[in-house]
């Protein structure tokens, strides 16, 4: 079991546990219950919370009416002690910020079946619903999910001609969705060489989500990093150029504006699909302290199990950006 540490505030909380559960039980759900009473600390009852991917039922049990009355044992009721973890720079029990994700293996999965690649994307669609709907009940603020890449132009007009509609369709039918549930829609990639009528698509459906604040899915759309950094870099020289910045105090910080992702945090977590163990151009100056997590599952298979085992293995990593681990148990 894991322990955290960096520990500064306690609060209590009460939950219904399975009493056949093993000894140890009250801590474990202390340390599980992190995030669900932090993220509603005025609850008394995990019941009925979103729980943290590592949060196992076998340990926090919905209520039931129908529990078996057992009058000399002791109540079904427990206290908690809630320890909300002061650390930054560890995730245990906080889910990732912000998961980018590299969906792929789409035409691996039509092959297997001996389908048009096409069918592979139009399920990777779905994944794509499932996984965002997954990453809300998870506490997940941001989804960056990389659709289409400057390289993918190179691929058959067909099947680029499919992807562009599938996108479309994808955009008209999640709108309401996103709607509904506060979702901002973002585009990170070069925007204005897209076809226009996904443009046109796409600033509707940011136009109208614009509102909401703390959900974001971001669509990278012929996105490449190098791409990124060039269209960065002309616009740097041009402000330099025009005096509005000094090139000698450029600094990380002062380049951010610059790159599509600006209002963006970087990712915490990106996962890959399909087995394959790479960035492929994808957000490679943001990601420089994302934990990468590699799954050999195909894009369409992807689902909210496969998601919560990436939170998981997140939850066990320790993020140390550069400092040892002693410098963190301090900190
Ligand atoms: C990589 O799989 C996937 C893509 C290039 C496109 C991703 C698109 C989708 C998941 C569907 C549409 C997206 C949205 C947001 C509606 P691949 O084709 O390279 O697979 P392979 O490596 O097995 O050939």
Redesign the pocket.
Known sequence: MRTAHSASTVSTGIAKVDRSSTEGANQEISTLAISALKKAPQRTSLDALPLHPSEQSFFIKPFKSDLPKQPHSAPPYIFLTVITVNSTQSPKGRPPKHVAI??????????ERGLP?IE???R??E??KRTLKAAQENGVEIIT?????VE?WN?PKV?VDA?MS??D???VDQLPVLIKRKIRLRVVGRYKELPEYIQHRLRKSEAATAQFTEHTLA?ALNYGARTEVVDAVKAIAQAAQAGSIDPNTLDYDSLRPYLYTNDLPDPDLVIRT?G?ARLSNFLLLQAAYAEIYFTSV???DFDESHFKAALADYASRERRYGKTAEQLQVS
């Open positions: 590299i969906m792929d293996g789409n035409g691996r999965w039509a092959k690649r592979g994307h139009r990777g669609a994944a794509v999910l990389y659709a289409f890449s993918n691929r099947e992807l599938l996108l369709r994808f955009l669509l399909s394959e195909l894009w369409p």
